[in-house]
């Protein structure tokens, strides 16, 4: 099952990405597309924007996660099943219908805007779906939105293993929560902190609902990913399967050096 539903579809979409051609009428091309990605500019701005995103967004998620994380795990905070529940909830959400919601929620008449103005925070609405830069950080905001609560649940799993004796050891040491956090919360959950690295950034150089459904790529391709251009070559445009193909491999090239990356900068041999 595991070669039938996973490894033969990996390797007829490689042999595909060495094809090219209009729908079903492909021909072998060798390294051509490979050699089209370099000189394909709308290629290029879509890996932009994904490492943008991937660069901003991620260690925002991760760190608020964190925090998030280690605030609900304190034994003095009240209500702690509620919060973890509403948190954790974005992220079970239909991708559309959220979507749909922010598009409205940051549109030029939009809650947020209205909000911004009677807080006399800004004087004329920000264009946040039509400005490159403001489309940036919609796109952003919806994610970290959706998938903080995610991260959080394997954070507070994580810190629910930790013996609480490490931590009264620590105090009768003299180290304070900063130092503890640190020394002590940090380390232990460096495991998990690799983990949902890795994963967040699989699924943000894989990213598509969110921006399809927002802003749909625009303003003028400023908020496109690859998945998206990928979706565009094979359903959008006229097809190009081969193409298509050739840069899903991109995406997975990508993945195994940040992963690799990522490895190396936690310092895990294994």
Do not use: H
């Not at 749909?216 to 070559?233: C, E, F, H, K, V």
């Amino acid at each position: 099952m595991i070669v039938l539903f996973y490894f033969y579809p990996m390797i007829q979409a490689l042999l595909l990405s060495f094809q090219s051609g209009t729908g079903a009428n492909l021909s072998f091309v060798g390294l051509d597309n490979y050699a089209r990605l370099l000189k394909d500019p709308t290629f290029l701005t879509t890996v932009k924007n994904t490492v943008v995103y991937l660069i901003v967004q991620v260690p925002v998620m991760i760190i608020l996660a964190l925090f998030l994380s280690v605030l609900l795990n304190n034994k003095a905070v009240k209500f702690k099943g509620f919060f973890r529940t509403a948190i954790f909830l974005p992220c079970v959400t239909s991708l559309v219908a959220y979507s749909v919601i922010f598009k409205y929620l940051f549109g030029q008449d939009g809650i947020m805007n209205i909000m911004l103005m009677k807080l006399s925070l800004i004087s004329e609405p920000i264009s946040w779906l039509t400005d490159p830069f403001w489309a940036k950080i919609t796109i952003i905001i919806a994610i970290t939105w959706r998938w903080t609560g995610y991260n959080m649940i394997f954070y507070l799993s994580a810190l629910q293993n930790i013996d609480n004796s490490i931590y009264e050891a620590a105090k009768i040491d003299g180290a304070n929560a900063f130092q503890q956090f640190f020394k002590i919360t940090i380390p232990m959950l460096k495991p998990i902190i690799l983990f949902t690295s890795i994963t967040s950034t699989i699924g943000t150089l894989q990213l598509f609902d969110e921006v399809m459904n927002i802003t749909a790529g625009g303003p003028a391709n400023a908020t496109m990913t690859i998945s998206q251009y990928i979706y565009n070559l094979s359903f959008k445009y006229t097809p190009d399967f081969g193409y298509a193909a050739t840069v899903s491999y991109a995406i997975v090239i990508m993945i195994v050096i940040f992963s690799i990356i990522q490895f190396r900068v936690a310092g895990d041999k294994k």
